[in-house]
């Protein structure tokens, strides 16, 4: 069965500061690959995908994230960390890989922290 | 464009209850998915629609079904309430036809059971 972790429950970072999330995968065949961020009582918002291609994948608000393939992981990242970036994020993978259906397998959620 | 819209936002129901909740998917989409987020479990996939068909089910009870319409909009029924339901119920929907297509999520309604 196709999983995502998130190994962190909180990640805290200082504002101008990079920033990293962190996600690890395990499915069979070729992930398609997808973080979503949420704001309090609001839905979840697309931030970007891993289909095929370049491993560096860029994205909204500046985001961006690396795809691993040896060490199965898509970690998000951005260069300078705004405070409001303060958000809970989710790395999901389709459950299918190649599918085009509408489940997704979703990571347990990271609570992103940061100070001014 | 218009985005993904769920109606009710919020609502407060009591155990043995029903509700039925409601997602309009944005124009041309014609998946639909719904998720129940709580603290304890997260996102947890519930069923998804395509052309007026399920096409994907979950682990819930038959408690909690779904139906589109032609216009592919959803709706979503749980029955028998019970205070577990408690959550935040997102919809999500996409053209659901290509399977690099991300899903548009909607605020979601969040219920209450008591």
């Known amino acids: 069965a196709q999983s995502v972790a998130q190994p962190e429950d909180q990640v805290n970072v200082a504002e101008g500061n990079p920033l990293t999330v962190k996600c690890t995968y395990s499915?069979?065949?070729?992930?398609?690959l997808f973080w979503y961020v949420q704001y309090p009582n609001r839905g979840l918002q697309f931030l970007l995908k891993?289909?095929?291609?370049?491993?560096l994948v860029k994205g909204s608000y500046g985001f961006e994230a690396e795809f691993n393939k040896s060490q199965t992981s898509f970690h998000l990242k951005k260069p300078s960390a705004l405070v409001s970036d303060s958000a809970l994020y989710f790395c999901?993978?389709?459950?299918?890989?190649?599918?085009?259906?509408?489940?997704?397998?979703f990571g347990q959620g990271t609570t992103l922290q940061v100070k001014p | 464009k218009a985005g993904v819209t769920q109606t009710p936002r919020y609502l407060i129901k009591t155990r043995g209850q029903q509700v039925t909740l409601s997602c309009s998917p944005i124009?041309?989409?014609?998946?639909v998915s719904w998720y129940q987020q709580t603290p304890g479990q997260g996102l947890q996939f519930l069923f998804e629609?395509?052309?007026?068909?399920?096409?994907n089910k979950g682990n819930f009870p038959g408690r909690f079904s779904g139906r589109q319409f032609s216009n592919s909009r959803s709706e979503m029924n749980v029955s028998t309430l019970e205070l577990g339901d408690s959550a935040l119920y997102l919809c999500?929907?996409?053209?659901?036809?290509?399977?690099?297509?991300?899903?548009?999520f909607g605020e979601g309604s969040r219920l209450t059971v008591l």
């Open positions: 499915v069979s065949g070729n992930p398609y």
């Open positions: 999500a929907s996409s053209f659901g036809q290509e399977g690099a297509g991300e899903l548009f």
């Open positions: 629609y395509f052309s007026e068909t399920q096409r």
């Open positions: 891993y289909i095929t291609g370049d491993n």
């Open positions: 124009s041309g989409h014609r998946s």
């Open positions: 999901a993978v389709r459950d299918m890989p190649g599918s085009n259906t509408g489940k997704l397998i």
